[in-house]
């Protein structure tokens, strides 16, 4: 019986999971600093922030355009504008998505911003930031 009981509480304890995964932060909820947010989940969480609403095109546009933070370091604008036109001109199969005018300038903006920390010998992070807060910091790295 005693064994029964023992090998019940292991398969409950096996059960419960860690979370693997970092989730996006929706509305005016900061983001928390955990070990989970990596400089991949921070790209994705920014991509999302600025209109990449499908998880689909942000994995694409992070692991096919964009890079690391380091690869952002060395984008121009025409850069940004020259990702834009790729993805546009890509056939259905190859992921074709639009970029747009409005996700075209956020993301030159966020190039911009992580330009800017480099400036100031700093590391991008958006720990402490929700949607509204990294949007008005995109605002001040464009002017």
Do not use: C
């Given at each position: 019986?005693?064994?029964?009981?023992?090998?019940?509480?292991?398969?409950?304890?096996?059960?419960?999971?860690?979370?693997?995964?970092?989730?996006?932060?929706?509305?005016?909820?900061?983001?928390?600093?955990t070990?989970?947010?990596?400089?991949?989940?921070?790209?994705?969480?920014?991509?999302?922030?600025?209109?990449?609403?499908?998880a689909?095109?942000?994995?694409?546009?992070?692991?096919?355009?964009l890079?690391?933070?380091?690869?952002?370091?060395?984008?121009?604008?025409?850069?940004?504008?020259?990702?834009?036109?790729?993805?546009?001109?890509?056939?259905?199969a190859?992921?074709?998505f639009?970029?747009?005018?409005?996700?075209?300038?956020?993301?030159?903006?966020?190039?911009?911003?992580?330009?800017?920390?480099r400036?100031?010998?700093?590391?991008?992070?958006?720990?402490?930031?929700?949607?509204?807060?990294?949007?008005?910091?995109?605002?001040?790295a464009?002017?």
């Amino acid at each position: 019986m005693a064994d029964a009981a023992g090998e019940a509480a292991e398969s409950v304890e096996s059960v419960v999971e860690e979370p693997s995964e970092y989730k996006l932060v929706l509305g005016d909820t900061e983001v928390q600093d955990t070990e989970l947010l990596t400089e991949t989940a921070t790209i994705r969480q920014i991509l999302y922030w600025i209109g990449f609403r499908s998880a689909d095109n942000r994995e694409l546009l992070r692991k096919q355009s964009l890079g690391t933070m380091n690869n952002m370091l060395t984008l121009t604008e025409k850069d940004v504008t020259s990702i834009a036109s790729d993805w546009d001109n890509r056939t259905a199969a190859a992921g074709r998505f639009n970029i747009g005018t409005r996700r075209l300038k956020a993301m030159r903006a966020v190039v911009h911003w992580v330009q800017d920390f480099r400036r100031v010998s700093g590391t991008p992070s958006i720990v402490g930031l929700n949607e509204i807060s990294f949007k008005q910091q995109l605002t001040r790295a464009l002017n």
